[in-house]
Structure formats: C-alpha cells, structure tokens
C-alpha cells in the first residue's frame, strides 16, 4: 500500500517580527502535520531566520500566519511541493 503524497515547503524569504522572549508572540507562522491546528505541530516561527525545510508525515499541511496590529515586517515566501511516501507492504 502506499502512504500518499507528503507535503513539503521550503522556505525562500524569512523576516517575521519577532519578541525579545524568542516566544514568537506577536507574529508567527506555524505549521501542523494535518488538517487542522489541532494536528501535531512541526514548527512556529518567527524572526529573520530561514526555517529548514519541513515535510509532513501526513499528506495534509495546515499554515496557520498570525499577526498583532504592530510593526509589519516582510513576511515569508514558502514553495510547497509534494512527494510520493515510502511504500509499504502488509501481508
Ligand atoms: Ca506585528
């Protein structure tokens, strides 16, 4: 059987305002491995640090992009791509 298609993204621009507790609390991006935010979270960011690339385990990738209504930075550029998961065989 095979797993389905896995969603990857990776990252071209990165300039999200970032707190000085490293909490990303203001504004961020995060990423969940699934249909929802209730899925497991793969990584929030934020700052001018370019994420490595992330990949799900789910075929499914759900972005969620908060904002305050202060200080707006460029915001992020994330290419997406998906590719075949391993296949796996059950007797
Ligand atoms: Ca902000």
């Keep these: 059987m095979l797993i389905g298609l896995i969603a990857c ?7 999200i305002e970032a707190s000085s507790n490293g909490n990303c609390e203001y504004d961020y ?6 249909p929802s935010t209730n899925s497991r979270l793969i ?3 934020c700052g001018v640090t370019v994420p ?5 385990r789910t075929n499914q990738l759900t972005v969620n992009f ?5 200080v707006a930075k460029g915001g992020f ?3 997406f791509t998906e590719t075949h998961g ?3 065989y059950q007797q």
């Design 66 to 70: 908060k904002t305050d209504e202060s």
């Design 43 to 45: 990584g929030r960011y």
């Design 77 to 79: 550029m994330a290419i």
């Design 52 to 56: 490595d690339p992330i990949t799900t």
């Design 29 to 34: 991006v995060a990423f969940y491995d699934g």
């Design 9 to 15: 993204c990776r990252f071209e621009e990165f300039d």
């Design 86 to 88: 391993k296949e796996v």
